[in-house]
């Protein structure tokens, strides 16, 4: 066997045994034949990711390399942009609060089951959001956010103090 016939049949087991690769694959194939011109394509993989897999990602959004959605099912991914090498356990949103304002994900990031990330923030490279955290605000880079609605509990070393911004509770 030549080394290509071992790397296609390495690449095929992990689409077969990868619900998640599979989504992955359909949305980058999407992308590539939206870019050429081919028509009819996004609103059809749109929808097959959505029955499929349980997967609602927006066809052209702009993602990096290396997105690893854990658990596909019951995720919605709509951002400005989503970096690269980003992780997604399970049933997390990225949404709105008012139309057309989407957040931006930066590079090396971490979303626990059930996150939501809602409006145009910014979420630093290197951050990780708590699982049901629900984030209104920027996360700095490298910093940790937890809790509803989500607050930084944690900068690792080496990085700038950033203020947060607090919620007052209503009374």
Not at 18 to 44: H, I, K, Y
Not at 60 to 77: F, M, N, T
Not at 93 to 118: M, N, Q, S
Not at 147 to 159: D, M, T, Y
């Amino acid at each position: 066997m030549s080394i290509d016939t071992v790397s296609t049949t390495k690449v095929l087991r992990l689409l077969y045994q990868n619900p998640s690769l599979r989504a992955m694959a359909w949305f980058r194939l999407a992308n590539a034949l939206r870019s050429v011109g081919v028509r009819g394509t996004s609103s059809w993989t749109q929808r097959r990711l959505l029955r499929l897999y349980g997967l609602e990602l927006s066809i052209g959004l702009q993602i990096g390399g290396g997105l690893y959605i854990a658990h596909p099912v019951g995720c919605v991914l709509h951002a400005t942009s989503i970096g690269s090498n980003v992780t997604v356990i399970s049933a997390v949103t990225f949404g709105t609060l008012e139309a057309g304002v989407w957040p931006t994900i930066g590079d090396d990031t971490f979303f626990g089951a059930g996150a939501r990330v809602l409006g145009a923030i910014t979420i630093g490279s290197g951050a990780k959001v708590g699982a049901n955290a629900v984030v209104l605000h920027d996360v700095p880079a490298r910093a940790t956010a937890v809790g509803v609605p989500a607050r930084v509990l944690e900068r690792r070393v080496g990085e700038p103090e950033v203020a947060t911004p607090r919620m007052e509770p209503s009374g």
